[in-house]
């Protein structure tokens, strides 16, 4: 930050090329991310939909105890 502060026309191009070398670096990892995260979505998304069955489990546990038996 000094250098930043004492010489701005050295260190400027120096810092700007070392931020688009990390924009391009995410750029691609983003990019191989979103096959993983495409492909994760693609697995849970049909059990985002059974949202309920927890509670139908939970349910029927408690209906076909020995306790929830007796009448």
Known sequence: MDVLRKN???ALPVILTRLKQKQE???RCRSDFNKVWAEIYA???HKS???RSFYFKQQ?????STR???L
């Open 25 to 27: 670096e995410w750029s």
């Open 60 to 64: 029927d546990s408690k209906n076909l």
């Open 8 to 10: 701005a026309s050295v």
């Open 49 to 51: 939909l059974d949202h």
């Open 68 to 70: 929830g038996m007796h």
């Open 43 to 45: 697995k849970n998304y």
